[in-house]
């Protein structure tokens, strides 16, 4: 990975915007009671503190960068040019995997939200938080149920033990559910 692309890696793991992944700098980093690493840093946009926990693969990404002449010289974590030029390396990346969609810094924050994160359990509160957002309503926009979470969330309905009793009970009992209009 060459020293300009590695920031967009960043992008896609952490749904941070354009503007965000610019200004990131080594107070940034913080170490939690547990010694587990996050970035904790006020969203440009909104001011609102995102507390992300920094994975292994950007760690390593930005200990690539320390002695990056831009890094060194800007005082940031990572060697970010403009947002003209990441687009240009999402589309390199996009060409690379034959992704036939025009990939742009946004849509890397709406697929850091959906696909890294809601798709793979991660609480909606959670993912809000993470992106900085100041209303949940904001994040369900990025939210789209994806046909593969339904299913997933019916398959553990289906061979539910408590589920199944509850019908088996309803099926094989008589039961008289009364009725709210009768006295």
């Given at each position: 990975?060459?020293?300009?692309?590695?920031?967009?890696?960043?992008?896609?793991?952490?749904?941070?915007?354009?503007?965000?992944?610019?200004?990131?700098?080594?107070?940034?980093?913080?170490?939690?009671?547990?010694g587990?690493?996050?970035?904790?840093?006020?969203?440009?946009?909104?001011?609102?503190?995102?507390?992300?926990?920094?994975?292994?693969?950007?760690?390593?990404?930005?200990?690539?960068?320390?002695?990056?002449?831009?890094?060194?010289?800007?005082?940031?974590?990572?060697?970010?040019y403009?947002?003209?030029?990441?687009?240009?390396?999402?589309?390199?990346?996009?060409?690379?995997?034959?992704?036939?969609?025009?990939?742009?810094?946004?849509?890397?924050?709406?697929?850091?939200?959906?696909?890294?994160?809601?798709?793979?359990?991660?609480?909606?509160?959670?993912?809000?938080?993470?992106?900085?957002?100041?209303?949940?309503?904001?994040?369900?926009?990025?939210?789209?149920?994806?046909?593969?979470?339904?299913?997933?969330?019916?398959?553990?309905?289906?061979?539910?033990?408590?589920?199944?009793?509850?019908?088996?009970?309803?099926?094989?009992?008589?039961?008289?559910?009364?009725?709210?209009?009768?006295?």
């Amino acid at each position: 990975m060459n020293y300009s692309k590695g920031h967009v890696l960043v992008l896609l793991l952490y749904g941070l915007a354009f503007a965000d992944i610019e200004k990131l700098i080594e107070d940034d980093l913080v170490k939690d009671i547990k010694g587990n690493k996050w970035i904790k840093t006020k969203r440009k946009k909104t001011k609102v503190l995102s507390s992300i926990p920094l994975l292994s693969i950007p760690e390593a990404i930005i200990d690539k960068y320390k002695e990056h002449p831009r890094v060194v010289a800007k005082g940031t974590l990572l060697p970010v040019y403009t947002n003209q030029r990441t687009n240009f390396y999402l589309k390199e990346i996009a060409a690379g995997c034959k992704i036939n969609k025009a990939l742009t810094t946004h849509l890397a924050k709406h697929t850091f939200a959906t696909t890294v994160t809601l798709s793979n359990w991660v609480p909606i509160e959670t993912v809000s938080k993470m992106l900085g957002h100041t209303s949940l309503k904001t994040t369900q926009i990025y939210a789209k149920v994806l046909d593969s979470k339904i299913s997933d969330d019916m398959e553990k309905l289906k061979n539910d033990p408590a589920l199944l009793e509850f019908a088996k009970s309803i099926l094989y009992n008589s039961w008289v559910v009364p009725d709210p209009f009768i006295g």
